[in-house]
């Protein structure tokens, strides 16, 4: 099995601040890799797949990249909407993995 | 416009079989590339992948749990079931199913989730 670590697991961030979360991967791949994002109560919704392909609706300050081991979400200015838990998947090999979970605060 | 919604029972006691059914619109489980996919996330814990069953009647489990699970389709019903066997207190979680889409690989619209618990 992959095993898919993100980091950090808690990040506190403010308004307006340029938000990065990492996913590292225990073997290399070349982008099958896909961002959720999940809030209190509900069903995760997809923000990249690809690990750098954003999904249609979802607004431009989100962004992806990396291939290998070493995959990072960007969020490039926080929304109040965007408070919520993120996490990483891979999708390069059965069985499909995530990484713990990726929790953003308000500071 | 995709939709897929689990239903099943939300209480099962340990050692008994819990059946889940997603039933789903806005797409065909014939169409190349489309498969269901079956997810669950104990509360507060991470996200853990089950299953797959792709449009070609191909099926993928989580190896470990692959001796519990048996995934199959209803094409006239536009269902997908999931059957697991030997329920636990462990296995108390939200259930979702969500839709594989082709081009991006993965799921991209997922149930709203059934809470299972496990308890006698």
């Known amino acids: 099995d992959i095993q898919m670590t993100q980091s950090p697991s808690t990040l506190s961030a403010s308004v307006g601040d340029r938000v990065t979360i990492t996913c590292r991967a225990s073997?290399?791949?070349?982008?099958?890799l896909a961002w959720y994002q999940q809030k209190p109560g509900k069903a995760p919704k997809l923000l990249i797949y690809k690990a750098s392909s954003l999904e249609s609706g979802v607004p431009s300050r989100f962004s992806g990249s990396g291939s290998g081991t070493e995959f990072t979400l960007t969020i490039s200015s926080l929304q109040p909407d965007d408070f919520a838990t993120y996490y990483c998947?891979?999708?390069?090999?059965?069985?499909?993995?995530f990484g713990q979970g990726t929790k953003v605060e308000i500071k | 416009q995709i939709t897929l919604k689990e239903s099943g029972p939300t209480l099962v006691k340990p050692t008994q079989t819990l059946t889940l059914t997603c039933t789903f619109s806005?797409?065909?489980?014939?169409?190349?590339?489309?498969?269901v996919g079956w997810i669950r996330q104990p509360p507060g814990k991470a996200l853990e992948w089950l299953a797959l069953f792709y449009w070609d009647d191909d099926r993928r489990y989580s190896p470990s749990l692959k001796s519990r699970l048996t995934i199959t389709k209803d094409t006239s019903k536009n269902q997908v079931v999931l059957t697991m066997t030997n329920m636990d207190p462990v296995d108390t979680a939200t259930y979702y199913c969500?839709?594989?889409?082709?081009?991006?690989?993965?799921?991209?619209?997922w149930g709203q989730g059934t809470l299972v618990t496990v308890s006698s």
């Open positions: 073997q290399s791949f070349s982008r099958w």
């Open positions: 998947q891979q999708y390069n090999s059965y069985p499909w993995t």
């Open positions: 969500a839709h594989r889409e082709p081009a991006a690989g993965t799921l991209d619209y």
């Open positions: 806005g797409f065909s489980l014939s169409t190349s590339g489309v498969g």
